[in-house]
């Protein structure tokens, strides 16, 4: 179906804490750019490999590509813009479940109030530091803390488990970053977040749009749209720069979830002057009690053409791919730029401690289909070359808009993000890794380095891993 569409019309203003997404204006661009042309496709393509930004409408263009060699071409594009961008570092995170009681009554979610099945529990102090230790001797360094949205879940309950995260030290582990994924605050309540030291605060919208919105959030604080949607705003007021958006795909038409998203970046770029610093478009699993409604189901193809329209559509948001994906629908989207992947996860409440065993939709919230430790991750990350990064720097040094320079500071990655990549791999190799996974690690390393031509910064990243094989940690540029 085609209709007229004028833009201009459907335009809401962008304000601070203000509602942003009009559904019909979405659906206009869908409809008005449905067939395009081959060179049109192509015309967008370009357009995002010189590094800019694409529109609603240009994204409307590639969501409705379905020619499958113009498809490939959208695909190649994304590993295009990924190696010119984003080289071939992969940030590696863990999920930390603290607790699932909940008050909302999301239909697709295991830990929906109305779900007398799922056995709750909230990890106390010594259950965090049990946990904590379990993830830093496997190696980690980031992790995101979950919550369900309970009174219990107060800004200052999520403040003190995130300085517990940081306060457990084992050996030479320890938790550098801690993101969190929990329900949305007030500004007030963000603030006391925030002093806890954070990194990314994420909130996914799940559905985009307003009516399917109300129809999956049958009661609780959840159901109100407009709440969730400006959520990330009020956490920009209160000081937090670094946010998460996302949708939960499977709930409604994933071509309308795309364009949400977009419109989402849109509506920070034109507010805040800065976008989110990642993008997260889960796929919807099942969970305990709930079955995936077939109409709105997205397939491995609709999938993987999704993830390279995001990549080239938004070029420098960091993209979140998680274990709720086989390892095969991983392995190809990486290529697409995804710029973070979680390893080694357990999302059953204390399960870092049970190691081994079968997952229980009744202790969690939904399936995972990623079963792998992070060592089996690690090695597969380096048997393809890819540089597994636990860098934690532009946080810790307090270069926001880190995202941004990424993309747009000539040079930054191959200054920063890449060499921290190494150093943080090197003490992977040093602390946790296997005697073979830690030659095949270092041998990746030393084949980067042949690659930089500046002897003076050569030396200097050489003398830091000679330092990190002497015993010393956490040195970054
Ligand atoms: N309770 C908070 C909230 O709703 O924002 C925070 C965390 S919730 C535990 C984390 C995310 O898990 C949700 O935002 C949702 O997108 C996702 N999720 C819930 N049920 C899921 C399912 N069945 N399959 C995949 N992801 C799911
Ligand atoms: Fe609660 Fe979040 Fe699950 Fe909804 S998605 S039931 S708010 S934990």
């Avoid at 060179?39 to 590509?65: C, D, G, Y």
């Avoid at 990924?82 to 590696?92: A, D, H, S, T």
């Avoid at 030290?169 to 309540?189: L, M, Q, S, T």
Wanted: charged share 25%; net charge negative.
């Amino acid at each position: 179906m085609s209709m007229i569409y004028n833009p201009q019309r459907y335009k809401i203003e962008d304000l601070p804490g203000q509602p942003f997404l009009d559904a019909d204006e979405i659906w206009g661009y869908i409809h008005s750019t449905a067939n395009p042309s081959p060179n049109r496709v192509r015309q967008v393509i370009a357009k995002s490999l010189s590094k800019q930004r694409l529109s609603l409408e240009e994204t409307a263009v590639l969501i409705n590509t379905t020619d499958p060699d113009l498809v490939e071409e959208i695909k190649d594009g994304a590993r295009n813009l990924k190696e010119l961008v984003y080289g071939r570092r992969i940030v590696l995170f863990a999920p930390l479940y603290i607790g699932n009681f909940c008050t909302n009554n999301c239909a697709y979610c295991g830990f929906r109030t109305g779900n007398s099945n799922q056995l709750r529990t909230t990890l106390n102090h010594d259950e965090i530091v049990a946990q904590v230790t379990a993830l830093e001797e496997a190696g980690h360094k980031r992790l995101i803390l979950v919550f369900g949205e309970h009174p219990d879940y107060s800004p200052e309950f999520i403040a003190e488990a995130v300085r517990t995260v940081y306060g457990v030290k084992k050996n030479h582990g320890e938790i550098r970053r801690v993101n969190i994924n929990a329900a949305p605050f007030d500004v007030d309540g963000f603030k006391v977040v925030k002093a806890a030291g954070i990194g990314t605060y994420q909130v996914f919208q799940e559905t985009y749009h307003p009516e399917m919105y109300k129809q999956v959030h049958m009661g609780g604080k959840k159901r109100d749209y407009n709440w969730r949607l400006t959520a990330l705003d009020r956490a920009q007021e209160a000081g937090i720069d670094d946010v998460g958006i996302g949708a939960l795909l499977g709930l409604y038409d994933w071509r309308f979830e795309v364009l949400g998203l977009v419109r989402h970046v849109n509506h920070f770029e034109a507010v805040y002057n800065v976008g989110p610093h990642t993008i997260s478009f889960p796929r919807i699993k099942k969970a305990s009690g709930y079955t995936i409604n077939p109409k709105y189901e997205v397939s491995d193809d609709d999938f993987t053409k999704l993830v390279a329209i995001l990549r080239l559509a938004v070029p420098y948001t960091g993209m979140i791919l998680t274990a709720r994906e086989p390892a095969h629908i991983r392995d190809e989207v990486l290529q697409f730029g995804v710029s973070q992947i979680d390893g080694g996860t357990n999302i059953e409440m204390k399960g870092y401690t049970l190691a081994g065993k079968p997952q229980d939709l009744d202790a969690e919230q939904f399936e995972i289909n990623d079963n792998r430790s992070l060592r089996e991750v690690m090695a597969e990350l380096i048997r393809k070359e890819y540089i597994p990064s636990f860098c934690t720097a532009c946080y810790r040094l307090n270069r926001t808009g880190e995202h941004f320079m990424e993309f747009s500071v000539p040079g930054f990655i191959k200054r920063f993000c890449q060499p921290n990549a190494m150093l943080t791999l090197a003490e992977y190799l040093e602390d946790y890794a296997t005697p073979d996974d830690k030659q095949k690690g270092y041998r990746l390393i030393s084949d980067t380095l042949e690659h930089y031509t500046d002897e003076t910064f050569k030396n200097k990243l050489e003398e830091r891993l000679e330092r990190i094989r002497n015993g010393e940690r956490d040195l970054y540029f």
